[in-house]
């Protein structure tokens, strides 16, 4: 503590008397003024940094550089936040259906892919597709269902070109206006993948010939290499496809079908003489479109559609449920079949509209170059559509069906999976930890998130930002009724924990016993059979 002195003079000195007087007062504070002491007597700490920073700066004081060792603050999640309880996050604001609850923000989760891609901020997605993957049982189904159901009513309309399970033809049913179309099983409706489809109002002649053309070959390429299995079509085999489609349009007035390239591949053969290399090419393709004409696939696709697309339709769904039964080779060419005679109907932009178009068991769609090539074209024009496209996986392992291991065709089926940027990461099991990693680039701690969700909740990726939701915490009694996938498999009554009582007569007549039973003392004392025997 700092000393004052306080002194008082005389008024009546003169002006020698008061400066002799200021002197002995400032001698005797200087008398009284204790000496100084060195830092070694004091017991300081030598200073960090020598010279005008260490002792002395400050008399009486010490200056140091040194960082305070103050131990940090320690608190749980709770307590941080009661320190800072208004802390979520933003989420993608307001538009769209409610999808579910956001588990971080505690707040609702909307979500729309044509308005995520409309966003101007930094959660804007730059694709309007959605990759769909999970366990069986993770509740992805229920999800989408819920999605699409719930984005009738802003507009949006639905199509499910191959449904192989028949678990979206209830929900067409109860939706008003929905359309169901069946294929196989005793039905009448035929689909032909080569419609020409509806013209778009925003191409020329040119441009519209050229894209319909594609399709068409496309298609006729996928559906040969797919029954094919690993053998790729040659240089002389398209040529020969070509030919056999140009002379179908031609023939039927631009109305060309599988029957009509089918027999006109045969001319082709027949005239061997003229080219003998093209009619070479025509015979392998020709046998492979006789399973149309004549074989297994017979009366669906081979002819002109019996049916046509309704377009107005709130949703769309093809039933090819008979057909899946069959095999799986039937399964693909089913669904390359139908996809292609859906996507020449919604594939116009003038019309302004936009859909869902959901494949169920997205890896039949890629199990050619072909139809890679396609499906990868389709996914990158969706935009320019206005078409979401929901591609459903179990695992990625399912691509391993793609291809032979390092081929082409496998890394190129990754690949345009890995681009989706969208993404719903159902439960997973332990086995898929490291293709999520290496595959989609999801962070490790995401992985070991995504083993322990329950059914319905996904950890949602859209654009920059991944959010965790939980589907249905929003469904009513309805929606569980409508999307349950496993009703086979759900008892008839409720459980009410107890064991069921044992039927005595039922349990004698599968394991009968006709040794008479001894219930005296010498019958529990007697010996068993088996020692009896030893």
Known sequence: MARRTVFFEPADLSKRERGELRREIARTEHNERPPKSRRRDRALPEAVVPGPFGPGLIEGGYWNLARPSIPAHQATSRQIAGIYPFVADAGLGHLGPILGVDLNADALFHFSPWQAYANKTDRQTLSTNVLVLGAYRAGKSATIKSLVTRSLAFGHQAVVPSDPKGEWVKVAEAIPDGVVIRIGGGSSARLNPLDRGPRRADADDDQDEKMVHQRRITTLGSLVEMALGSTKLTAVEHAALHEGLRRSIHSTGDHPTLRSVYEHLGEIVEEGGTDFRLADGAVQPRFVLRRFVEGDLSGLFEDESTVSFDADAPIVVVDTSELFSRSELVAQLTQVCTTSWIQAVISDRSAKRTRYLIREEGWRDMNSLAALQMFQQWLKLSRHYGISNIVILHKMGDLDAVGDADSKERNLAYSIVGDIENKFIFRSNHQEAAALRDRLNI???????????????????????????????????????????????????????????????????????????????????SATRKETSE
């Open 443 to 525: 962070p490790a701690t995401h992985v070991e998130d995504a083993r322990r969700l329950r059914m319905g909740v996904f950890l949602a990726y859209v654009g920059q930002y991944a959010y965790v939701v939980d589907c249905f915490a929003t469904s009513t009694e309805w929606e569980y009724d409508l999307f349950a996938t496993d009703d086979a498999l759900s008892p008839d009554g409720e459980d009410d924990g107890m064991l069921p009582p044992i039927d005595l007569d039922e349990l004698d007549r599968i394991w009968p016993d006709d040794s008479p039973i001894d219930t005296s003392l010498e019958g529990w004392l």
